[in-house]
């Protein structure tokens, strides 16, 4: 099972998140924008199963999943994309968050 990782998170950096966004082809207009965002994340975890909330004055959204089984993502006016996500216990994460 995960650490608990519920709570209020603030971002405090992002790494190579244009040249992320630009290898999944989303428009430049929309990669200058979310680079500049700082999301909030909300966590609520019970076990192995997670919602977050993503809050930021961009767009908010939220996202449900249980570790290890594959889960659909609706990427609805970011860039349209549909995707097959999975969240496997020990990946690293590329954005930096502070506990609020």
């Known amino acids: 099972m995960p650490s608990d990782l519920s709570g209020t998170w603030n971002l405090l ?3 190579n998140v244009e040249g992320y966004m630009r290898a ?5 207009a ?4 979310a680079k500049m965002l ?3 994340k909300v966590i609520e975890q019970n076990g192995d199963s997670f919602t ?3 809050n930021s004055t961009f767009r908010n959204y939220v ?5 290890g089984e594959e889960f659909d993502e609706d990427n609805k ?3 349209n994309r549909k995707c097959k996500e999975l969240f496997c216990e020990g990946q690293v994460c590329k954005q930096t968050f502070q506990r609020a």
């Open 13 to 15: 950096s992002s790494d």
């Open 24 to 28: 999944l082809d989303i428009d430049f």
């Open 30 to 33: 929309t990669r200058k924008i």
């Open 38 to 40: 700082k999301p909030q």
């Open 52 to 54: 977050i909330h993503t």
């Open 63 to 67: 996202v449900k999943f249980k570790v």
């Open 77 to 79: 006016g970011v860039d």
